[in-house]
């Protein structure tokens, strides 16, 4: 499995991102799909996912609360490609991103954010106040 990010970069609070990932090595749309970030001094926290593997919730999208109604979560199966469409972003979601997929994921709860066995090397995005 690989995962390549991109789209990073330096915007403006108040400005938008996509972030790209694009992935080999699996079948795309079995796997479950997050986006993670770390930003400096902090942990890691998830952000979004969406459902692919189980019936139970295929096609179940989360979001973690601090990027609710500003972040979108997408894919293009015919490219291998998970997206994050980031808008109105501010100072606080200056991060490294992570891409990441699971064959079999735990549904996130609330703000908590499971396992992923697999991750991209990240996209750096900073965002200037």
């Known amino acids: 499995v690989q995962l390549v990010e991109s789209g990073g970069g330096l915007v403006q609070a108040g400005g938008s991102l996509r972030l790209s990932c694009v992935t080999s090595?699996?079948?795309?749309?079995?796997?479950?799909k997050c986006w993670f970030r770390q930003a400096p001094g902090k942990e890691r926290e998830g952000i979004s996912c969406?459902?692919?593997?189980?019936?139970?919730?295929?096609?179940?999208?989360y979001y973690s609360s601090s990027v609710e109604g500003r972040f979108t979560i997408g894919n293009d199966a015919a490219k291998n490609t998970m997206y994050l469409q980031m808008n109105r972003l501010t100072p606080e979601d200056t991060a490294v991103y992570y891409c990441?997929?699971?064959?079999?994921?735990?549904?996130?709860?609330?703000?908590?954010?499971?396992?992923?066995?697999?991750w991209g090397e990240g996209t750096q995005v900073t965002v200037s106040s």
């Open positions: 990441t997929v699971d064959p079999d994921f735990r549904p996130p709860s609330g703000d908590m954010f499971y396992h992923m066995d697999h």
């Open positions: 090595g699996f079948t795309f749309d079995e796997y479950d």
């Open positions: 969406v459902a692919r593997s189980d019936p139970k919730w295929r096609g179940n999208t």
